[in-house]
């Protein structure tokens, strides 16, 4: 399937309304040394429309592992959950970061089944946030 266009108006509305930080796992685009990318929240592939609404940035990572996936499993619960939509819901209400900043706690069974699915604190982002925390760069202020 091809990937829909999007064109420079929206993506700079999208930029925007996202802080240019990951809708999953804030990281800000100013400290991770990438460009942030167009994410689906419904995906193209299950009818997601290309429209304000239904879109938000994401790092490469998150926008990778979430793929085509709308729903994951809490590892608590083992309940099957839609994933975190952060166009619609609150980072703060679903996610808390770890006394030291590098980690991300799930709060509910979607911040616990999104941090699980999207894999946010595999150990290369983990040292990486350590860094950024060093730096003073991480976490932001809402």
């Not at 999208?14 to 167009?38: E, M």
């Not at 979607?110 to 699980?116: E, Y």
Request: proline residues 6%; contains cysteine.
């Amino acid at each position: 399937m091809r990937k829909a266009y999007v064109p420079a108006k929206l993506r700079r509305q999208v930029a925007a309304d996202a802080q240019l930080r990951c809708g999953y796992c804030h990281t800000a685009q100013q400290v991770s040394g990438q460009p942030l990318v167009i994410d689906h929240l419904i995906p193209e592939a299950c009818n997601g429309p290309t429209a304000r609404e239904n879109l938000w940035l994401a790092c490469r990572l998150c926008n990778e592992l979430k793929g085509t996936r709308t729903e994951a499993v809490d590892p608590l619960t083992g309940d099957t959950v839609p994933l975190f939509n952060p166009r619609v819901q609150s980072w703060k209400v679903h996610f808390t970061w770890s006394e030291d900043g590098t980690e991300i706690i799930g709060l509910t069974a979607i911040g616990r089944a999104t941090v699980a699915a999207l894999r946010m604190n595999n150990e290369v982002v983990v040292g990486a946030r350590s860094l950024w925390v060093q730096a003073g760069l991480h976490p932001l202020e809402d």
